[in-house]
């Protein structure tokens, strides 16, 4: 758990210590991986970890091995529910989790809701398929994004050039805090130092990272390196390269903006969704999913106040909400700079 503590929570103020001792069926996942699954039962059910954890009252340290409390072993008996639902009825996919049912409470509801709503009458096949006929192609919303943020040139000065800016990150806990981030050669670094201090910084790459804070220089790897990165790229404004396979998969208005949806998945295990402003072209939200073995794992990115930054026009506000509170603030940038090089030593891990 400590691994995951650290990357996940990036400066949040999450610190959970342990190793896994009493783990029957969640089995093979890293820490990481663990600790965003907990994070998702917190999220899916609307209750905080010691709902199912004991807590020693003495010396508030965590017992999570601990299997004391009812709600953990019913909890134990849904991660097999939700495994063998998958496992039979969805052929291995992760369709159901927990939040399939719970939608955010401890008890699901059992019925529907009285009085029932109208329901709009059934859309005839007809219609559907006339209604998909008038998306656009994914290709051509992508190329509207591109002309938007300047042309060819501006998106692959966006994709490649080295980064270096200056922001603001409010926390989940509301805290401001002046950070430093670079991007350069696909690695990317954040510094800062949090009001009650030390200074903190944040490495990530493709050959995994490290962070140096109040616990000293750790280092990240394997699957963990993969699920950093990632996280780091969530700040990411969109490239404006889609996959081959994505298409318009629908609309839907965003803070009175209407957009439309494409689908562009990453991977098999990781599927991706772009809100692109049908006005403006530009991408106003990104949902990128993870499975896990008992439910999928959402990252939210908003995209707001579009500026100009070396000819290329870039978001200046950028909130990323996960399940984990200290996975998900505010960075509202004060200056970005595209082009200036980088001294890739900078990303050297200290001694
Ligand atoms: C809804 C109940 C529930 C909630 C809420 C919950 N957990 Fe768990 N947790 C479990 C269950 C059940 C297991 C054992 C899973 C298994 O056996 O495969 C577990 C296992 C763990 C383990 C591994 C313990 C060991 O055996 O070594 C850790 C660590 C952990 N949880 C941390 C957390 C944290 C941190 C939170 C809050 C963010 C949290 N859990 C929230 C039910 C819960
Ligand atoms: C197929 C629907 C469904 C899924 C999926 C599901 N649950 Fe449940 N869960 C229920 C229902 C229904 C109840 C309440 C049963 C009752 O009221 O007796 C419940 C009750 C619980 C309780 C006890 C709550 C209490 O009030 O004591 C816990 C804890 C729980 N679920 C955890 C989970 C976790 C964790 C997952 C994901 C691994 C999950 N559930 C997935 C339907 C589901």
New binding site residues.
């Given amino acids: 758990m400590r691994k995951f503590a650290l990357v996940i929570a990036l400066f949040g103020a999450v610190a959970v210590h342990a190793e896994q001792k009493n783990v029957q069926l969640l089995t093979n996942l890293s820490d990481w991986q663990l600790g965003a699954v907990m994070d998702n ?1 917190t999220a ?2 609307g ?1 905080h970890c010691d ?2 954890h004991v807590r020693n009252e003495e010396t508030k340290q965590w017992d999570f091995p601990n299997d004391a409390k ?3 072993k ?2 134990r ?3 097999r ?2 495994l063998d ?1 998958n496992e039979k009825s969805f052929h291995g996919h992760t369709v ?7 939608r955010g409470k ?3 509801s ?1 019925m529907v809701a009285l009085p029932v709503p109208p329901i709009p009458p059934t859309k005839s096949e007809a219609e559907e398929t006339a209604e998909r006929k008038a998306y656009p192609a994914a290709k051509d919303v992508a190329a509207k994004y591109v002309a938007a943020i300047g042309g060819e040139a501006a998106a692959k000065k966006l994709a490649t050039a080295p980064m270096t800016a200056k922001a603001s990150r409010v926390g989940g806990n509301g805290q401001a805090m002046p950070i430093e981030v670079y991007r350069s050669g696909g690695k990317f670094m954040m510094r800062g130092t949090p009001a009650e201090g030390p200074a903190m910084t944040q490495m990530y790459g493709p050959e995994g990272g490290w962070m140096t804070g109040r616990q000293g220089v750790h280092t990240i790897t394997g699957g963990d390196a993969a699920t950093a990165l990632a996280s780091a790229r969530a700040y990411e404004p969109f490239d404006g390269t889609l996959p081959e396979k994505a298409r318009v998969v629908g609309k839907e208005t965003i803070d009175g903006h209407e957009t439309w949806i494409v689908g562009a998945s990453i991977d098999e295990h990781t599927r991706q969704r772009l809100y692109f402003d049908a006005t403006t072209g530009l991408v106003l939200r990104r949902v990128v999913s993870m499975d896990s073995p ?2 999928r794992l959402p990252t939210q990115t908003d995209f707001d106040d579009y500026r100009d930054a070396a000819g290329v026009k870039v978001p200046f506000t950028v909130r990323v909400a996960g399940v984990n509170g200290g996975q998900s603030a505010t960075r509202k940038y004060t200056s970005i700079d595209l082009g200036a090089p980088v001294d890739e030593k900078m990303f050297e891990a200290p001694k």
Avoid: R
């Fill in positions: 039962f899916s059910l209750v709902t199912c009812q709600e953990k019913t909890a008996e849904m991660i529910l939700v639902v159901v989790g927990c939040y399939t049912c719970h401890e008890s699901p059992l008992v439910g």
